[in-house]
């Protein structure tokens, strides 16, 4: 691999229905990193609870990852199909939340299996655990469970189905787009608090949640800052917001990267300034991750590792993989990510490989996550949820 210049950011999606509610979930309280609050909010002491780690979506895990790993155990299930698309959430204790086609399953720390629930047609990106324990899971309608797997209620949208990943509020409020009815709040019963219908008709995207309860989501080629209550705060056109979802900084800047004929990364104030952009060619769909110096990694098409600093191209780790995919970076700002065969990297933060480890078996695998220990998980097509640790 080789060490050049450097490149960054994108997003994925989030998604949710109409609805039938019973055994409404308890309130809870805490959050975990980010986007939490008494009463509501993600749960407390998840190293993973959502999609790209937390409601800011930063892809930034809390603890140090392996330094020596190697493969700990392997989850399969038969007749199953995984995807790279739908990643796992991981809750408080340590249980993994691991979309399937058709049903999530709670896997423990030793990778044994607790529970399977079906859920619907299919899976729509990452599961989102709140702080009562009720697990919210994506797919052709949004699905609340309750920590045990039962089905608490679920969400069918009017038309199409869901758009990508649900977000939690402080609140308990459940944040999600659907594909063709726009982006929509519920209660932590199902019910629909507001709605923002789309103009041309796809939605999308994941939710972003600041820290002032600002909702940041990407619509209608427009980049959109939303209230808790779904007033419209400022808009921003953007080239295509289809699979884009925004990340916010620890400064309040929201980035975001669009993969069109004009596409490329975007840095916008928490105002609605644009304040940086850079046409590369990275992948809307699978979003950057941020580091706490604030430097920006993301994969581009051709599977250069980019990183950014300050709004400047700092360094490209040429083809650091065979895959474009979403990047993982720890608290030592050490970054791992998975290739089309299976490998996981590890490169330090001036993209020096520091080391790599083949899972045998085939296929390719998705973006790794990271438990509290520092366990990464990935998922393989082919081979399930892979554990890998010292």
């Given at each position: ?46 190293p ?6 937390g ?80 697990i ?9 469970l ?54 041309n ?5 994941s ?94 098409f ?8 300050g ?59 990271m ?20």
């Open positions: 691999m080789k060490l050049a210049l450097l490149g960054i950011v994108a997003m994925l999606a989030i998604g949710c229905g109409g609805s039938k509610s019973s055994d409404q979930p308890a309130d809870g309280g805490g959050d975990a990193g980010n986007g939490g609050g008494t009463g509501g909010g993600l749960a407390q002491g998840s993973w609870p959502m999609f790209r780690h409601t800011n979506h930063d892809g930034r895990a809390t603890g140090s990852g392996p330094k020596a790993p190697r493969e700990l155990w392997r989850f399969t299930a038969e007749n199953e199909f995984f995807s790279n698309y739908c990643p796992p959430s991981i809750g408080a204790d340590g249980t993994i939340y691991l979309p399937a086609s058709a049903t999530l399953y709670a896997v423990g720390p030793d990778g044994q299996r607790k529970w399977a629930a079906t859920t619907s047609a299919h899976c729509k990106g990452a599961p989102a655990v709140a702080a009562d324990g009720t919210y899971v994506s797919g052709d309608k949004l699905v609340a309750a920590p045990d797997g039962i089905e608490r209620w679920s969400f069918l949208p009017p038309v199409d189905e869901m758009g990508g990943s649900p977000t939690v509020g402080a609140d308990g409020s459940i944040f999600v787009a659907t594909e063709a009815a726009g982006f929509y709040a519920l209660t932590p019963q199902g019910s629909t608090r507001w709605t923002k219908p789309t103009a008709g796809s939605a999308k995207t939710a972003a949640l600041a820290a002032d309860g600002t909702l940041y989501i990407a619509q209608d080629a427009k980049l959109q800052a939303l209230t808790a209550d779904g007033v419209t705060l400022w808009e921003a056109p953007i080239a295509d917001s289809q699979h884009v979802s925004p990340l916010i900084g620890s400064d309040g800047s929201v980035y975001l990267t669009v993969s069109s004929l004009n596409g490329g990364l975007y840095a916008f104030s928490s105002s609605g300034a644009a304040r940086w952009s850079d046409l590369q060619k990275v992948s809307a769909q699978f979003p950057p991750a941020i580091a706490a110096d604030g430097t920006l990694y993301a994969m581009t051709t599977g250069d590792l980019l990183a950014y600093r709004g400047t191209l700092a360094s490209t780790l040429e083809k650091a993989s065979l895959n474009q995919d979403m990047p993982l970076v720890d608290a030592d700002g050490v970054v791992y990510f998975a290739d089309n065969i299976c490998t996981v990297h590890a490169v330090d933060a001036l993209g020096k490989p520091l080391w790599s480890l083949p899972l045998i078996g085939g296929g390719s695998c998705g973006a790794p996550i438990a509290a220990e520092g366990r990464i998980y990935v998922v393989s097509p082919s081979m399930g949820l892979i554990a890998i640790g010292d």
